[in-house]
């Protein structure tokens, strides 16, 4: 059986402690549960280096864990090569994306990037909310958000790749 590349995908935000591993999160799940494991190679990093090392903000690991997901991974920083090892890397919001563009043109990267609610059925401003500050609400409505921008995206990964199980 000839083995290709796998498809590299990186979700980003500013601290890389609440969103990003999120969806790096949910979007592994939904990689599992249709049985494209190995095929797809998730990660998340921030565009800050504010909380690099940490683990994910508590509030968001047990809003993810009440719906079957484990948040894992410790916060770390987008790098230069990022935008090249990865071919798809997701921003949460425009100001994360304009830092990523930003430094794709200055690395010369091949990184295609773009905002994870593109693909959302019910994209509201363009920006997954940063929860950090606001109450327990916030971080159910981000999960909310990232399901469904993520479930849409796979979407697109498989019908743009060719994949299946």
Do not use: K
Request: charged residues 30%.
């Amino acid at each position: 059986m000839h083995m290709t590349q796998p498809i590299r995908v990186l979700f980003v935000c500013l601290g890389n402690i609440c969103r990003s591993p999120l969806a790096e999160a949910v979007f592994r799940h939904q990689v599992r549960e249709r049985g494209l494991e190995g095929r797809i190679e998730i990660d998340s990093a921030g565009t800050s280096g504010y909380h690099r090392g940490s683990p994910p903000d508590r509030r968001s690991s047990e809003t993810a864990r009440r719906r079957g997901i484990e948040l894992t991974g410790r916060s770390r920083s987008v790098v230069a090569d990022d935008l090249n090892r990865f071919d798809y890397v997701i921003a949460m919001d425009a100001e994360n994306e304009g830092a990523l563009r930003d430094l794709l043109r200055a690395s010369g990267g091949s990184a295609r990037v773009h905002r994870l609610r593109e693909w959302d059925p019910q994209p509201g401003d363009g920006d997954v909310p940063d929860p950090y500050y606001g109450g327990p609400r916030g971080f159910e409505d981000v999960h909310d958000i990232v399901e469904r921008a993520s479930a849409a995206f796979l979407d697109h990964v498989v019908r743009e790749h060719g994949l299946h199980a």
